[in-house]
């Protein structure tokens, strides 16, 4: 118990730097293992001798059903995790638990609706989303296998992130590297040795986030962890649904809307180039997430020392938090984006031995890149506000870059530059979307500061959740 309770302390009293790295250390190494389960199976698929090249782009068509999946998870789990770190520092430890198990019934929900969804209609909707006859095979092999462990997925992804928004980082990265690990090591069992092929890939995975699943359920029903998840929680409230979803909608649209925009991207390299210019976005796509995941295991195990002392009342810790946040996301960003930009055959050459595939894709890199070395600042803004449950606007700056900038851009551009109007959509649309954001930002973080200096601790006031 002791602690449990210096775990939870330390997040309004320890020194911001040391805190900071303790808890974002451990965050990113979790987001980078967690990222291997889908990257380490397109690089084995990628290197299959005869059909590599074909399997990779079939298995990168249902690269969006994959992302709505997890956004689903985010919706719960993003969406009450910062809400559970808040009545932490509110020392309201019953709601804290209460929301915990209302994402979880939040979860078995959505995946039982998702894996009968995806199940019935998957050949309409892979086709719909950039398949071809060749390639439709590989894809529907994958993911007709991948579904049937979507309960997995959501319980790892969702509910992790209650394991990190109490302190215990280090806990919640031994989550994923435990189903991480596990994924490295059969992929290449199922793949090769039991000769499989991407069906192999998907049962490796399947396995892989069920037993994270279990590590996480584990931890979460012990007395390790500062608040329980409970049989009596789990049925669906309304008071806590409604926050749960309007703090979980920007995260949910900011994932959903990445699988959106692989459609629609998907769909037009098919039209204007063909197949490979396809397989080319099934590499670009996993070289943006690892260049993403740093920043984002550094926002996510950061949010909650941001989320507590926001409860708590504390505004210089609020405050120092964030700055050093956007310095970290910068900078994380814009070195690997700039690899990217300037070094793109280091990155395409990880995933595939088809020279005219990674040739292609070297190609494009470089342009698709060059706005997202800025994205950083967008990343630490988007995540703040999410952490000081500013839903409105953490939903508009989700929607923002996607749904209102970039897919119209990729729809409209190649109907004058042909297929590189496509990649050329991404870097106008992150430009303009960064720019937008810290300025929102700078605009709407001032006025939180000023309202914690009148009110001294947030206390009661749960209005802006």
């Known amino acids: 118990m002791q602690e449990i309770e210096t775990r939870e302390n330390r997040l309004g009293s320890a020194p911001l730097g040391r805190l900071m790295v303790s808890l974002a250390l451990p965050s990113v190494a979790a987001q980078l293992i967690n990222i291997l389960y889908n990257i380490v199976d397109r690089i084995y698929i990628g290197h299959i001798a005869g059909y590599g090249d074909i399997a990779l782009t079939g298995v990168g068509v249902t690269f969006p059903i994959i992302m709505l999946i997890s956004a689903f998870s985010a919706f719960a789990g993003m969406g009450g995790a910062p809400l559970a770190s808040i009545e932490l520092g509110r020392k309201d430890y019953d709601r804290a638990e209460q929301i915990l198990g209302n994402s979880a019934g939040l979860i078995l929900f959505f995946s039982v609706v998702l894996t009968l969804f995806f199940s019935v209609f998957k050949t309409p909707i892979l086709y719909a989303f950039g398949a071809s006859d060749v390639t439709i095979p590989y894809a529907s092999g994958y993911i007709g296998i991948y579904l049937a462990g979507t ?16 302190g215990a980082a280090g806990t919640a990265m031994l ?46 029903t012990s007395e390790k962890s ?21 703090l979980g909608v920007s995260p949910f649209i900011m994932q959903s809307t990445e699988s959106l925009v692989s459609i629609t991207l998907n769909t037009g390299l098919q039209k204007y180039g063909g197949d490979l210019y396809v397989g080319t976005m099934a590499i ?35 405050k120092g938090t964030f700055l ?33 595939l990674a040739k292609l894709t070297a190609q494009v890199m470089p342009v698709y890149f060059l706005g997202y070395m800025f994205f950083g600042i967008q990343t630490a803004c988007q995540n703040t506000f999410v952490a000081l449950g500013q839903a409105k606007v953490s939903v508009f700056i989700a929607l923002l870059r996607k749904v209102i900038l970039l897919i119209p851009l990729a729809i409209i551009l190649p109907k004058f530059m042909g297929v590189m109007g496509i990649y050329r959509a991404e870097p106008i649309a992150d430009f303009i979307s960064v720019t937008t954001a810290g300025t929102l930002f700078a605009i709407t973080f001032k006025k939180i500061l000023r309202k914690m200096d009148k009110s001294g601790k947030i206390g009661e006031d749960r209005k802006e959740m």
């Open 284 to 318: 670009l796509s996993s070289v943006m997430q690892f260049i993403g995941i740093p920043s984002q295991g550094i926002t996510q195990g950061v949010q909650p020392i941001i989320s507590y002392n926001y409860g708590a009342g504390n505004k210089d810790r609020v």
């Open 324 to 356: 050093r946040l956007v310095i970290t996301t910068f900078t994380t960003m814009f070195i690997l984006g700039g690899i990217a930009v300037f070094c793109p055959k280091l990155y395409a050459g990880i995933f595939t031995s088809n020279e005219e």
């Open 175 to 220: 989550s994923v590297i435990i189903g991480a690990v596990l994924n490295i090591c059969l992929d290449p069992v199922f793949i090769f040795v039991l000769g499989l092929g991407v069906k192999g890939a998907a049962i490796a995975t399947v396995i892989s986030q069920a037993v994270s699943a279990a590590w996480v359920l584990k931890f979460l």
């Open 226 to 246: 500062v608040i329980c998840l409970k049989r009596k929680n789990i049925a669906l409230k309304a008071e806590h649904i409604k926050k749960i979803g309007a």
């Open 151 to 166: 309960i997995f997925v959501q319980a790892a992804l969702g509910l992790n992130t209650f394991i990190s928004g109490q």
